[in-house]
């Protein structure tokens, strides 16, 4: 089980209990992910997944609970400065990674900003496209409507931004993924996937603005 997935488990069973005994031994092992690793990296990386999966909005809730455990408390305000500094050391890309990487992808901000993807697209070549090949993989086996229309997004915004993507997409298979799912039963899925087969193809960047405003004009495509 990879760092994501116990931070994943324990933050869902976090949201969902009432027990002051189970979040008081979720909260004991957050801290001990954190602070008990000798290596920075490691603690960083549990900070990161923490992160991603909404622990610190978790914390704030349970700031505005009352509770008789003084450890539990001290444990709450502990955690929330910690992530609150990691937080701030993060760069959009680190978190971008970390939601990959959970296989949980929604539409958090980053996803739609053209600037993290101006400043970032390089960045999805790196460790032999390891981004790339984890966001082709949910295509290939997610079952989420929600999962498959943020992949497919990224990866047509990946191939707006940089100039070879068209073809390291191709050579990753990226794209008979996608066209797949233009079959997809669910409309959502059907669109951005049909978004990322037009900038897949397209060459005029402004003629598909265009065309995105007014879907009754023809695209213009590779020949």
Not at 24 to 37: D, G, Q, V, W
Not at 106 to 132: G, I, T
Not at 137 to 144: C, G, P, V
Not at 191 to 205: G, P, S
Request: hydrophobic letters at 35%; charged letters at 30%; one cysteine or more.
């Amino acid at each position: 089980m990879s760092k994501s997935d116990v931070v994943r488990d324990l933050s869902d069973i976090l949201r969902d209990t009432v027990k002051e005994k189970v979040i008081r031994i979720i909260l004991a092992t957050f801290r001990n992910l954190l602070e008990k690793p000798t290596e920075p990296e490691t603690s960083r990386d549990f900070a990161i997944s923490m992160v991603q999966h909404k622990v610190l909005r978790q914390l704030e809730l349970l700031e505005n609970k009352k509770f008789d455990d003084i450890e539990l408390t001290e444990d709450i305000q502990a955690l929330t400065e910690k992530l609150q500094t990691s937080v701030q050391d993060l760069s959009s890309f680190d978190e971008y990674w970390s939601e990959v990487r959970s296989g949980r992808l929604e539409w958090s901000p980053v996803h739609k900003m053209d600037r993290f993807w101006r400043e970032n697209a390089m960045k999805f070549n790196e460790n032999n496209y390891q981004v790339l090949k984890a966001l082709i993989k949910l295509l290939e086996a997610s079952k989420d409507p929600l999962i498959l229309c943020v992949a497919s997004h990224d990866l047509g915004e990946y191939v707006r931004h940089y100039p070879r993507g068209k073809s390291v997409i191709e050579q990753l298979n990226g794209k008979q993924c996608v066209m797949r799912l233009l079959a997809h039963e669910d409309p959502n899925v059907r669109y951005h996937a049909l978004l990322c087969v037009q900038k897949l193809m397209v060459q005029n960047w402004e003629y598909l603005g265009k065309q995105l405003e007014d879907p009754n004009k023809p695209i213009e495509t590779k020949s």
